[in-house]
């Protein structure tokens, strides 16, 4: 059994998906693993991870509208904004879509569906360099 941890940091723009798939698998590629197991986790609590499709963009546009709607900047709405009024929300979104996810390896490639993409989920309004863990486990 062989282990290989790395971070990778990628720059959003801002609030909204930033598909990070590629970059994941050619570190994952670079390894030379047959089986194992692939985990990610986002070091940060306003941005999470999903893996969602990567065929349609609206689909990452009706996801962003979704949560503008569940949990929307509301000064009068939460008490914590130490950072800004994006602040709570983006703790709320990051709670609902989590900070981990695991992906088997199968014949040396993520078992990732035809149409699904992992991404980065920034949930401020500015930029921000985010950093995600990756560990892999297998032979």
Known sequence: MRQASTILSFQSRGRGL???TREVTDWTDAQGL???????????????????????????????????????EDPNAYEHDDEGPDDMPAHLRTALTGVQLSIPLIDGRLALGTWQGVYLFEHRRRPHTRQIALHLIGE
Do not use: K
């Not at 047959?34 to 999903?50: E, K, N, P, Q």
């Open 34 to 72: 047959d089986s194992g197991l692939l985990t990610l986790f986002c070091r940060h609590t306003s941005a999470s991870l999903l893996i969602q499709e990567n065929a349609a963009r609206a689909v990452r546009t009706d996801l962003e509208a979704f949560f503008d709607r569940i949990a929307p």
């Open 18 to 20: 930033v598909e990070i």
